[in-house]
């Protein structure tokens, strides 16, 4: 029963070689039809399929480079290309019959293209400058920022702590200053998730703005009504 341990065993690199011969030449000849869909697609990765009479290819690339080339013959997957493990040289001898039909396709998707852009208007219409808009804007948060700043230093002064808040209710909004030494952090309206109309990360939206500029001297009043009510609070004190 062991004698057939004594019979020779056929290597397989020759055939190994020829299909690592095969699948390098197509990852550089694949690699080209890559970079030319980057071109057209507009970015550095992506994926096509491309449909033949025997089945479709797909074309997966990253960076200018072929991820994957996979050959779907009804059912026969094959990955041609592959970043993980070269394909079974039967699978790949079948694929490769498909191969240049693969190529047509491409080229007949660029052709198609052809021309696809010349009735397309190039004559745009202007866009609307945002200079005054952004203008009145800092113009207003500006006053705001003076004015809270200002808050700020009279809180840190009357309250001897580095950083703090001061709330206060204006109609149905709650209005909220947070300040830090003689500074203001930031202003928001409506509590969490409301409106920040001074933020050291972004301005707030025109919009936003507009429909909280008007009430924003009532939070001022508040705020000299709560410094009134200190100081008649100390008035009273006898020593």
Same mark, same amino acid.
């Given at each position: ?15 190994? *070689? ?20 980057? /071109? ?7 994926? /096509? ?54 190529? *047509? ?29 952004? %203008?009145? /804007?800092? /113009? ?29 209710? &204006? ?20 509590? %969490? ?26 939070? &001022? ?19």
């Amino acid at each position: 029963m062991t004698a057939g341990l004594d019979a020779d065993v056929v290597g397989a690199d020759a055939a190994a *070689d020829r299909r690592d011969e095969l699948v390098a030449q197509v990852t550089d000849h694949a690699g080209r039809i890559a970079r030319e869909l980057a /071109r057209l697609q507009g970015g550095d990765y992506g994926s /096509r399929e491309f449909d033949t009479d025997r089945g479709t290819w797909t074309l997966k690339y990253e960076g200018g480079d072929v991820d994957y080339l996979r050959f779907d013959g009804r059912g026969d997957d094959v990955y041609v290309v592959s970043t993980k493990q070269p394909p079974d040289p039967e699978a790949l001898a079948r694929a490769m019959a498909d191969y240049d039909a693969f190529v *047509d396709a491409f080229n007949d998707y660029v052709r198609s293209l052809d021309g696809v852009l010349d009735d397309t208007a190039d004559d745009l219409p202007a866009i609307e400058s945002v200079d005054s808009v952004v %203008e009145a /804007r800092e /113009r207003i948060l500006s006053r705001m920022r003076e004015a809270c700043d200002l808050m700020a230093e009279q809180l840190n002064r009357v309250e001897g702590n580095d950083y703090g808040s001061f709330s206060a209710r &204006v109609g149905s909004s709650r209005w909220e200053l947070k300040w830090e030494e003689n500074r203001a952090s930031y202003l928001r309206v409506g509590g %969490e998730g409301g409106v920040y109309l001074l933020s050291q990360y972004q301005p707030p939206a025109p919009k936003d703005l507009r429909a909280h500029a008007d009430d924003f001297s009532g939070f &001022v009043d508040a705020f000299n009504e709560h410094v009134s009510e200190i100081s008649e609070s100390l008035d009273t004190v006898e020593l």
